[in-house]
Nanobody
Framework: VRLADSGGGLVQAGGSLRLFCAAS????????MDWYRQAPGKERELVAG???????YYADSVKGRFTISRDNEKVTASLQMNSLKPEDTAVYYC??????????????WGQGTQVTVSS
C-alpha cells in the first residue's frame, strides 16, 4: 500500500485548506484511513480518523473545524480544515491500517504535507 498526501500550504489564520490522500497498490488491504500531524518539537498526534462503517473521530483541538471524508471506491481520504489557527501549523500525514489477513506491514504513511498558518 502506498499513500500520497497533498494539499498543504500557507494560509492566514481563519482560512481554510483541504488535504487529500490517495492510496495505491494493494488497496484491498486498506481498512481505516486517518490524518495525523506533527508540529516541531512535538509528538505525532491523531487529528481525525475514519474506519470502515464507523463514525469519524476528531481530536478535541479540531472538533467543529475539521471534517474527514473518504471515498471507499477510490480509496481516497480528505481533510477539510476550516477556521485554521497558528497552532494547527504542522506536517500532516495520511495514515492507513491494514488487516492482519494482509500480512505486515500493518501501518502505512504518506510522505507528509506541510500546513503553515500565519497569525
Amino acid at each position: 500500500v502506498r499513500l500520497a498526501d497533498s494539499g498543504g500550504g500557507l494560509v492566514q489564520a481563519g482560512g481554510s485548506l483541504r488535504l487529500f490522500c490517495a492510496a495505491s497498490g494493494d488497496i484491498i488491504c486498506v481498512s481505516s484511513m486517518d490524518w495525523y500531524r506533527q508540529a516541531p518539537g512535538k509528538e505525532r498526534e491523531l487529528v481525525a480518523g475514519l474506519r470502515n462503517g464507523g463514525s469519524p473521530y476528531y481530536a478535541d483541538s479540531v472538533k467543529g473545524r475539521f471534517t474527514i471524508s473518504r471515498d471507499n471506491e477510490k480509496v481516497t481520504a480528505s481533510l477539510q480544515m476550516n477556521s485554521l489557527k497558528p497552532e494547527d501549523t504542522a506536517v500532516y500525514y495520511c495514515h492507513a491500517d491494514s488487516p492482519e489477513s494482509c500480512g505486515p506491514p500493518y501501518k502505512h504513511w504518506g510522505q507528509g504535507t506541510q500546513v503553515t498558518v500565519s497569525s
